[in-house]
């Protein structure tokens, strides 16, 4: 593998984060998915796939399909994008101790507080969320 490839599959990658990932949102919270924290991972195969690993606010979000078209057909516009594999996952679950700073800032502008410290005063940390909300005994 050349160092040209390497260098091509960071600027891909980077690409899909700035131009994709921070650009789509979630249309009931209009923050990114990226500062949402829905991204887990992002990789770029020698082949030119882009590969993401992320989850949604929720398995019943309404708005599943059209943040994964959107990504995916996003992508598809960046050149070396041979394709896009999205692996959608609920394990581990989101939650909101997973948004980025920027996500955090982006929710207290839209709702006037800041959900992870409201969270963490009412629950203590992300263990006991999950706890509470019966994902973890």
Not at 9 to 32: A, C, T, Y
Not at 77 to 91: A, E, H, N, S
């Amino acid at each position: 593998m050349s160092q040209q490839t390497k260098i091509d599959k960071e600027e891909i990658k980077k690409r899909v984060i700035e131009e994709v990932l921070k650009k789509v949102s979630d249309p009931e919270i209009p923050i990114s998915v990226w500062d949402l924290g829905l991204v887990y991972d992002v990789d770029v195969t020698d082949d030119g796939v882009v590969k993401i690993k992320m989850t949604l606010t929720s398995p019943a979000c309404p708005a599943g399909g059209q943040i994964l078209w959107q990504i995916v057909n996003m992508a598809k516009q960046i050149p070396g994008v041979k394709d896009v594999d999205i692996d959608l996952t609920f394990d581990p679950p989101w939650t909101p101790f997973k948004m980025k700073e920027e996500g955090r800032k982006k929710y207290k502008e839209l709702f006037g507080y800041d959900i992870v410290e409201e969270y963490k005063a009412k629950y203590g940390s992300e263990e006991g969320y999950l706890r509470a909300m019966g994902y973890i005994d």
